[in-house]
């Protein structure tokens, strides 16, 4: 059965709301999560940009989702520092964290003050960090010199279990690129043929573990409500690469995005109404053989589409809402971390990758 997960947002809702909701997620159903990783939003209509380091602590402590993050190593982040990180959460919450490893967009990067390489450099850079965060997962003293440079690194607390480090695609060059070091495939809605041709390239360079899906969906009850919120949070995140790895803020995002037709949102995000309509296009997902699909409401307010896509649109995929689990500490008490039952086993795992000793 296909693991429908809810993607928490990090640039359009507060943290501590954000928390709220993967929370909420999981009494309604959702049986996974993940989580966007950025310094500044895509637009001001967003408006946030929480740590997602931080809150991925809490959400792991307070709900038995499994939870990843997508992460670009080498400037912002030193691959020895995320390599820790990972190793924290991995070690607290065993078999429930999974990180994906991009080459980075320059609208969170530029922060450093370092010039911002070209994509094959950034592409290359990638590959060392990945290389870099396997050794030191692994339990290696790592000393490095290239284009990041890493001196004497160890961990000290590891996991029993390494984390997956999963390949996001959004190119069939990016696909093969990938399938060589990682434990897994993630991409974004695209039409099918697209989808199909990406896992394609991937499988055949020899990538393993999980297809996974992230789709940008809008639903409200008003269909024009559900067009307007669509077009106001995502009309900045209609381009393609590479203009989108290279415009610096929510400023050039805004100016680039001016005339934005409404088209083509409705072309990046499924936007509608119908709640059948809905599990209709996560259906065909599914049936192109995804293993994960993890959904992003690209309005602000999530309690309204977990709410009703708990009820309506997960029975549709065969999942079916849980027993109530987490007990609170009084009214308005802090929750507790699930102890009833066991935790959800891990959404995205190595396969056929060795485990440190």
Not at 1 to 20: C, D, R, Y
Not at 74 to 94: D, E, K, S
């Amino acid at each position: 059965m296909t693991v429908i997960g809810f993607h928490n947002s990090h640039e359009q809702v507060h943290p501590a709301e954000l928390l709220t909701a993967v929370q909420h997620a999981e009494e309604v159903g959702f049986t996974a999560a993940m989580c966007s990783d950025h310094f500044a939003p895509w637009n001001s209509n967003q408006g946030h940009s929480g740590f997602a380091w931080s809150w991925l602590g809490a959400a792991l402590a307070t709900t038995g989702l499994p939870c990843g993050v997508v992460n670009a190593p080498g400037q912002r982040y030193h691959p020895a520092v995320i390599a820790q990180g990972a190793a924290t959460l991995a070690a607290m919450f065993p078999g429930r964290f999974w990180m994906a490893l991009g080459s980075g967009q320059v609208m969170n990067e530029r922060i450093t003050g370092t010039p911002w390489p070209p994509k094959r450099v950034r592409d290359a850079r990638l590959r060392e960090c990945v290389d870099v965060i396997r050794a030191l997962l692994a339990g290696e003293e790592v000393t490095h010199r290239g284009l990041v440079d890493v001196e004497r690194a160890k961990i000290w607390s590891l996991p029993e279990q390494q984390p997956a480090l999963i390949g996001p695609v959004m190119s069939v060059p990016t696909a093969r690129r990938h399938a060589d070091w990682a434990d897994g495939f993630i991409t974004i809605n695209q039409p099918h043929e697209t989808l199909r041709e990406l896992v394609g390239a991937y499988r055949d360079a020899g990538g393993q573990g999980r297809l996974v899906l992230q789709v940008h969906l809008c639903w409200d009850p008003d269909p024009e409500r559900a067009k307007q919120v669509a077009y106001e949070q995502w009309y900045t995140n209609t381009f393609p690469p590479p203009l989108c790895w290279d415009l610096d803020g929510p400023e050039a995002f805004e100016l680039a995005s001016a005339y934005t037709p409404q088209e083509a949102v409705e072309g990046a995000v499924l936007v509608s109404s119908d709640l059948g309509q809905h599990a209709a296009w996560l259906a065909e997902y599914a049936e192109l053989g995804f293993d994960e699909i993890y959904l992003h409401h690209v309005g602000k307010e999530q309690k309204p589409f977990l709410d009703a896509f708990g009820e309506h649109v997960l029975p549709q995929l065969g999942v079916t809402r849980p027993e109530p689990a987490v007990a609170l500490d009084g009214p308005d008490g802090p929750r507790r971390p699930r102890q009833e039952t066991e935790p959800v086993q891990p959404s995205v795992l190595p396969e056929g990758r060795p485990t440190p000793p």
